[in-house]
């Protein structure tokens, strides 16, 4: 599949959001009930680091990165999102656009990446540890899905190498 990684623009909202609407139907992708406007999700998340997974004029998958923080101490601490059309699951593509995500953040001079992963999505969790994060913690019934059942998230993180933190 000849798919480029490419920077995610305005116009490909549309198709981003689709994508990001399965996976909120799946339940353990995210906690989130709504789908956000743009001018929302364009708002909590960081302009440099946003990418999609392209073929020709289909979107395969998009990453983003939202601040952790508005302190400026943790202005290079970052959280990933990461979706990837069922349609084109487990054909690489999600492992393509963290690495790439990663090489950006670190242009950008982030030192930590952070991901919240609902526990029971264990693919997410394969995919964080294979492209260098490392599990920190688990928060234990941190979040009811439907108002009945507890959740928990697994934490990760990723310390630059290049930024010379570890």
């Given at each position: 599949?000849?798919?480029?990684?490419?920077?995610?623009?305005?116009?490909?909202?549309?198709?981003?959001?689709?994508?990001?609407?399965?996976?909120?139907?799946?339940?353990?992708?995210?906690?989130?009930?709504?789908?956000?406007?743009?001018?929302?999700?364009?708002?909590?998340?960081?302009?440099?680091?946003?990418?999609?997974?392209?073929?020709?004029?289909?979107?395969?998958?998009?990453?983003?990165?939202?601040?952790?923080?508005?302190?400026?101490?943790?202005?290079?601490?970052?959280?990933?999102?990461?979706?990837?059309?069922?349609?084109?699951?487990?054909?690489?593509?999600?492992?393509?656009?963290?690495?790439?995500?990663?090489?950006?953040?670190?242009?950008?001079?982030?030192?930590?990446?952070?991901?919240?992963?609902?526990?029971?999505?264990?693919?997410?969790?394969?995919?964080?540890?294979?492209?260098?994060f490392r599990k920190i913690g688990i928060?234990?019934?941190?979040?009811?899905?439907?108002?009945?059942?507890?959740?928990?998230?697994?934490l990760l993180e990723r310390r630059s190498?290049?930024?010379?933190?570890?």
């Open positions: 599949m000849n798919y480029i990684i490419d920077k995610m623009y305005k116009d490909d909202w549309d198709k981003v959001l689709k994508i990001y609407s399965k996976g909120i139907k799946t339940g353990n992708a995210t906690f989130e009930k709504e789908l956000p406007t743009w001018n929302d999700w364009n708002n909590n998340h960081i302009k440099s680091c946003r990418l999609v997974a392209r073929l020709d004029k289909n979107i395969l998958g998009w990453i983003a990165l939202s601040p952790t923080s508005g302190r400026p101490v943790y202005s290079g601490v970052a959280e990933v999102s990461i979706y990837i059309d069922e349609k084109y699951r487990r054909k690489g593509i999600g492992e393509h656009l963290l690495k790439y995500l990663i090489e950006l953040s670190e242009k950008n001079q982030f030192w930590t990446l952070q991901s919240a992963i609902i526990k029971e999505n264990l693919s997410s969790i394969k995919l964080h540890e294979k492209c260098g928060r234990e019934k941190i979040a009811k899905m439907n108002n009945s059942e507890w959740m928990d998230v697994i190498k290049i930024i010379g933190i570890i």
